[in-house]
């Protein structure tokens, strides 16, 4: 099982952009389907996209698409969450989830990351 590290979270102002990248350890990371989830302050947890083992199937949802993209690079364990145009309701933790392939989003989550904070200025 892998374990999963995210950083690239902090402060922007609306507009701005930022990547959040989430590093595997473990030798099955590209066995791996991964996701992106984000939970807003007093709000659930939802689900932002996902992106096949190999990443060649990717997509996001609605909220985010034309905005957010999802890549890995699977010599490097890690995948990246790149965000444009950021709004302040995209304020909220994000989390990377690891699952045994895509079908299994967003229940079947097998390894989370510990979050990273994203804050949205107006």
């Not at 996209?49 to 364990?77: E, P, Y």
Request: hydrophobic share 40%.
């Amino acid at each position: 099982q892998v374990q999963l590290v995210e950083s690239g979270g902090g402060l922007v102002q609306a507009g701005g952009s930022l990547r959040l990248s989430c590093a595997a350890s473990g030798r099955t990371f590209s066995s791996y389907a991964m996701g992106w989830f984000r939970q807003a302050p007093g709000k659930e947890r939802e689900f932002v996209g996902h992106i096949s083992w190999n990443g060649g199937i990717t997509h996001v949802v609605d909220s985010v698409k034309g905005r957010f993209t999802i890549s890995r690079l699977n010599a490097k364990n890690t995948v990246y969450l790149q965000m444009n145009s950021l709004k302040p309701e995209d304020t909220a933790v994000y989390y990377c989830a690891a699952a045994p392939s895509l079908f299994a989003f967003p229940t079947g989550v097998e390894v989370w990351g510990q979050g990273t904070l994203v804050t949205v200025s107006s």
